[in-house]
């Protein structure tokens, strides 16, 4: 079975810098999507973006970027000049390509942005 | 609006009294399923639904049942409600089931079992 891993449970970040959340998944399978979800204190899940495991090139969207790293197993998500609204628990999650109906979702980061 | 719903957003109940929560969504989507949310363990699946009258078990599907009677629908049942029950739901949906589509969330239901 897959598992996704988020080592860092609480990350702060000085608005207008630049943060880094972490994320290793385990897998035996070749093809198969990541996404980063955000979900702000309404609880909301937002989709913040996503990466295909074919795909070499790293996903970005707009001030989040993604470190996808295949080999390492790892998906890490920058956000760039950090605002205030940024501060949520960010979850990441691992959908297989195999028939797999079914988000594995990791722990969760709560990143706070210190004005 | 695009968007899913559930109701009731927030509710206590006691032990072993049954309870529904609602799901829909109006996108006219297939893929349809229900998530629970626990501190420390991120979200877990508790059932999907491909189509209308074809539903299948997620990882912690346990005290749980589902229904999909209309593609719109998709409720949550609780038949005997345990204090181990008591989480943050999520009901999703997705245009299909393929891998790469993404999955809209609703609000989240808060349940408390006493």
């Known amino acids: 079975a897959q598992t996704v891993t988020q080592s860092q449970p609480e990350m702060s970040v000085q608005e207008a810098e630049t943060v880094t959340l972490s994320c290793t998944y385990d897998t035996s399978e070749s093809d198969y999507y990541l996404f980063w979800y955000k979900q702000p204190p309404s609880r909301q899940m937002i989709l913040v973006i996503r990466q295909e495991a074919y795909k070499q090139q790293n996903a ?31 979850f990441c999650a691992y959908r297989s390509a195999q028939g797999a109906q079914k988000l594995v979702f990791g722990q969760g980061t709560r990143l706070t942005i210190n004005p | 609006e695009a968007q899913v719903t559930q109701n009731p957003r927030y509710l206590i109940t006691v032990t072993g009294k049954k309870l529904t929560v609602t799901c ?31 539903t299948d078990k997620g990882d912690v599907p346990e005290g749980y049942k589902v229904s999909r009677k209309e593609k719109r629908n998709f409720p949550l049942i609780l038949e005997s409600p345990s204090p181990n029950q008591t989480s943050l739901y999520f009901c999703a949906s997705s245009q299909g089931a393929l891998e790469w589509e993404t999955q809209y969330f609703g609000p989240g239901t808060r349940l408390l079992v006493l």
């Open chain 2, 24 to 54: 829909s969504q109006n996108m006219n989507h297939e893929y349809m399923s229900w998530y629970r949310q626990d501190p420390g363990l991120g979200l877990r699946q508790i059932y999907y639904s491909m189509n209308v009258e074809v």
């Open chain 1, 60 to 90: 970005t969207e707009n001030r989040f970027s993604v470190n996808f790293q295949k080999a390492a197993k790892s998906f890490s998500l920058k956000i760039s000049d950090s605002q205030l609204g940024d501060a949520a628990m960010y």
